[in-house]
């Protein structure tokens, strides 16, 4: 029998502590005791906040080393020079509305459901038999070319510059903006498609022509298709959702086609462009949130003012002639309830509104 051996001695390697582990550092929220890197709006954090804030991450908050990625010939992550606009601190804006993922598809398929349902209700009920043609040709012409500048913004506006902000923030409302305006464009083709099944007089192809060659809408066209070349993504946003949608898109939504409607028996109308309105009303609050933050900015405030205002220089006039060439169009409905001067008279109050609201010098040519 042999003798039992040794057991076997077994080495490991000794810890060293080096500093570089997790925790030894100092971030801005070191000696906290709250379980969170931010600072809630109100008492307590909200879902989506807690969802949102810093899901994007910024060497001015909590990456030491520097951008952990970035572009092969340029700056890296997320720059702020990709606007002249300057915030002490951009991460100070938070979306009114708190969309995250949940209350986008939650609200969007409200709104799905909200049209579907109604234009389901209008075939069963033949409600296009008692529309006269005049009204018939208003929708075909004018509500089918819009269908184009709401897909115009949603794809070449809101998509292209939806991660072009400094924060997950301010992206994520331009995300939800983007989808609010495909959506709406989409909801008015299907109203397009079903006209165009259960009325023979009504042609679902000839808004292709007037968007393209109507002398009234040419410079609506021009507008949105300039839209799209602007490079800086805050002045993008302003342009679009400050000046163009309040005194384009609001003048022909709101204050023509859901002021005539019922007066020509169409009740359909109202409900599928309500919802773009409503849509719109969300996506001018967070926009209205986020242009009164570099407003009132301690360090750039006057700085951005100025530059809100060499935009509106451009923009104003050029919106302004967009919506004086649409004015023909507000005779063509039979019963002409109301005049193309009421409703710019009533966009300009509106516009001069939220241009008090973020705390902007309205413009000379409002008064013209």
Known sequence: MSAPTAPRERSFPSIEFTDAEAGAKSFPSSTSRRYSYYQPAKKRATMYEDVTVDVQPDPDRHLTQGWIYGFGNGPGGYPQEWTAAKSSNWHAFLDPNEEWEQTIY???????HQVSLCLENAKRARAYDGWNSAWLKFIQNNLGAWMHAESGMGLHVFTSIQRSAPTNMINNAVAVNAAHKLRFAQDLALFNLDLSDAEEEFDGSAHKEIWQSAPEWQPTREAVERLTAIGDWCELLFATNIVF??????????????????????????????????????????????????????QHGEANKAL?????????????????????????????????????????????????????????????
């Open 245 to 298: 949608e309040q005194l384009v898109g609001s003048l022909f939504r709101s204050e023509l086609v859901m002021q005539v409607s019922a007066r020509n028996g169409d009740y359909i109308t109202p409900t599928i462009v309500g919802t773009g309105e409503h849509d719109y009303d969300r996506d001018l609050n967070y926009s209205r949130a986020l242009f009164r933050m570099l407003s009132r900015d301690e």
């Open 106 to 112: 939650r609200n969007s398929s409200a709104v799905v």
């Open 308 to 368: 809100f205002a060499t935009w509106m220089s451009e923009w104003v006039p050029r919106c302004l002639a967009a919506a004086r060439a649409l004015q023909p169009i507000w005779s063509q409905p039979a019963d002409k309830s109301i005049t193309f001067a009421v409703s710019l008279d009533a966009a300009k109050a509106k516009f001069s509104d939220v241009l008090s609201d973020i705390e902007v010098t309205i413009p000379e040519e409002l008064n013209q």
